[in-house]
């Protein structure tokens, strides 16, 4: 229910992609796969193990209002953005664990 609420308070519509990414704070990162994307943010889709018994150590563990790195590993070219974690959770739609990242202008 939360994604749902989140997704109608969006500026704009996000299209959906598979790409795969990393996001990085202090040394630390968190690989996954940008699920959806528009000109505003991303829905970072956290990487897991196939066996979800075991416990999960994440390096870095995300919290609300977090300034991270958002790099693209996409063919020669890397893409490198920064963003802020704005939403932390399982995502009703693509029924996984990730995080809601808005793009930062400097």
């Not at 970072?44 to 209002?65: C, H, M, N, V, W």
């Not at 693209?72 to 990730?98: K, M, P």
Request: aromatic share 10%; glycine share 6%.
């Amino acid at each position: 229910m939360l994604a749902i609420a989140q997704a109608d308070r969006r500026l704009a519509l996000r299209h959906l992609v598979q790409r795969p990414a990393e996001c990085r704070r202090n040394g630390r990162l968190l690989a996954g796969t940008v699920r959806d994307q528009n000109e505003y943010g991303v829905f970072f889709a956290l990487d897991r193990k196939s066996d979800t018994r075991e416990p999960i150590f994440l390096p870095y563990q995300p919290q609300i209002g977090d300034l991270v790195v958002l790099l693209f590993n996409e063919s020669d070219d890397q893409q490198l953005t920064v963003a802020t974690v704005r939403w932390r959770g399982i995502h009703y739609e693509h029924r996984c664990e990730g995080l809601g990242l808005q793009f930062e202008d400097f």
